[in-house]
């Protein structure tokens, strides 16, 4: 039986053409194109959300030193369940857009300005 470490932080996230940036309490995550590695979208069945059509963001990238984390996604700005699932949706839009635009402009960690 595998276990998971579920670690919440609350925090701030920032989408820039040449990264994406979270600021949290316990956590400070800066993103360029070239670490992610897939957006996944996965409901938890435990989660009351979930009957609500709630599937969350999974950002899969990897650390500068090889190793793969992931990152789970949770908008505070939706006062519903249902208002939940679709802010839900717009960010996976959103970052998969951030994704295919950073590909296809070529932009690498040497284009970006300093942070």
Do not use: C
């Not at 920032?14 to 600021?23: C, G």
């Not at 505070?76 to 960010?91: C, K, R």
């Not at 295919?100 to 960690?109: I, S, V």
């Amino acid at each position: 039986m595998r276990k998971f470490i579920v670690q919440d932080d609350s925090g701030m996230l920032w989408i820039t053409p040449w990264q994406i940036t979270f600021r949290g309490d316990a956590i400070a995550i800066d993103l360029r194109p070239n670490q992610l590695l897939d957006i996944e979208r996965n409901a938890d069945a435990g989660a009351i959300s979930s009957y609500f059509g709630a599937v969350h963001v999974i950002l899969r990238y990897e650390e500068p030193d090889g190793s793969e984390h992931r990152l789970r996604l949770h908008p505070a700005s939706a006062w519903t369940m249902t208002a939940t699932a679709n802010a839900l949706d717009q960010l996976a839009e959103q970052i998969e857009l951030w994704s295919q635009q950073a590909k296809t402009q070529n932009l690498t960690p040497s284009a970006a300005p300093a942070s």
